[in-house]
């Protein structure tokens, strides 16, 4: 799976019921090999994938892309990564925790 895949992936796992009341951008800055930066940007109960992100998201997430990978595989708990340093947040820490629930990961 590549970076690009796992974040479009992510998208598709968008839960609109869990989004009722936002009106949030995140933005994944990723670093690596398959560096670049992406942004979701949910309102209306929509999920928007801006490629190339944004000036001034509510929560950026920061990693490199083996870390995105094996999150998004399910191989790296990312609890475990923020906790050890390989997941770091900017803004919103409260949209960070739902996001679980926002884009129904298992």
């Known amino acids: ?3 690009d895949e796992a974040i479009k992936r992510l998208q598709e796992q968008f839960n609109p019921e869990a989004a009722a009341d936002l009106n949030k951008t995140i933005q994944f800055n990723i ?3 398959e560096a670049g930066k ?4 949910i309102a209306d109960q929509t999920c928007e994938l801006i490629p190339g992100g ?3 998201p509510d929560l950026t997430l920061s990693l490199a892309d083996k870390d995105w990978i094996a999150i ?3 191989k ?3 609890m475990s990564a ?4 390989k997941l770091k947040t900017t803004g919103d820490i409260m949209l960070a925790m739902r996001i679980p629930n926002i884009f129904a990961l298992r």
């Open 82 to 85: 923020y906790m050890t340093g």
């Open 76 to 78: 790296l708990d990312a």
């Open 54 to 56: 944004v000036e001034k």
């Open 31 to 33: 670093t690596g090999e």
């Open 38 to 41: 992406w942004a979701m940007k």
């Open 72 to 74: 998004s595989e399910g």
């Open 1 to 3: 799976m590549t970076v």
